[in-house]
Structures are given as structure tokens and as C-alpha cells.
């Protein structure tokens, strides 16, 4: 897990990840809304990659809402693209599935993936 802290050292922002599969899996992203729009959860990203790429990780993935400005459009700019759920190693298939909220369509979420390491 990696915290930002804002200028009177409050947490502002964290990002969480671990291994699923050999994938660096992103599990968790979030910003204070206090803290929105400064491009800190572009570098909470960037940091939890760089992180990955130092323990030998070569490719990152995680899951998401497919639609929603901060979720997919916003990891689409960091570098990731969508992998087809029929196309997923098992254990990221099963991540996918998962993470898919009761009631909710598996369209509506993606799975998105990126390389990192050589």
C-alpha cells in the first residue's frame, strides 16, 4: 500500500496492490475528493507500477466500471487497455469475477491491462 498525505500530513490518497496470477494487480484506488483533480491518483498509480516494476512484475491488471470518467477512461490514459474476459488468464478470470457487484452486468465492468516491466 502506498499513502499520499497532504501538506499537514493527512492522508490525501492510497493505492493498494498485490499479486494475482503474476500480474501486479491494482486493487484499490482513491483520493479524497478534497484532493481531486491535482493528479494525485495518477501518481499514486505511477508510483504503485514503478514499485511493481522494481520486484520483477512485467505486466499489471486490474478491474473496474467500464463507463464511469474516473475509472476506465482514466486508467485507458495511464496505458492500460481492455483484455476480453474470454482472453484472461485463469486467475485474473476469476479476480474479474469476483470483483463484479451482486446484480450488477459483467459489461459494465472491464478488465484492463498493461505492461511494465521487459
Not at 475509472?71 to 478470470?93: D, I, R, V
Not at 457487484?101 to 465492468?109: D, Y
Amino acid at each position: 500500500m502506498l499513502v499520499a498525505e497532504s501538506r499537514d500530513a493527512t492522508p490525501a490518497g492510497f493505492v493498494v496492490g498485490g499479486d494475482v496470477g503474476g500480474y501486479f494487480y491494482l486493487m484499490e484506488l482513491s483520493v479524497d475528493p478534497a484532493h481531486g483533480r491535482r493528479g494525485l491518483g495518477t501518481a499514486l498509480v505511477l508510483a504503485a507500477l514503478g514499485a511493481a516494476r522494481r520486484l520483477a512484475y512485467r505486466d499489471a491488471a486490474l478491474s473496474t466500471f467500464r463507463a464511469v470518467p474516473f475509472n476506465a477512461p482514466f486508467y485507458g490514459k495511464l496505458g492500460f487497455s481492455e483484455l476480453e474476459p474470454a482472453h484472461a488468464p485463469p486467475a485474473l478470470l476469476a479476480r474479474f469475477k469476483r470483483e463484479m457487484p451482486p446484480g450488477v452486468e459483467a459489461s459494465a465492468r472491464v478488465l484492463m491491462v498493461r505492461r511494465i516491466g521487459a
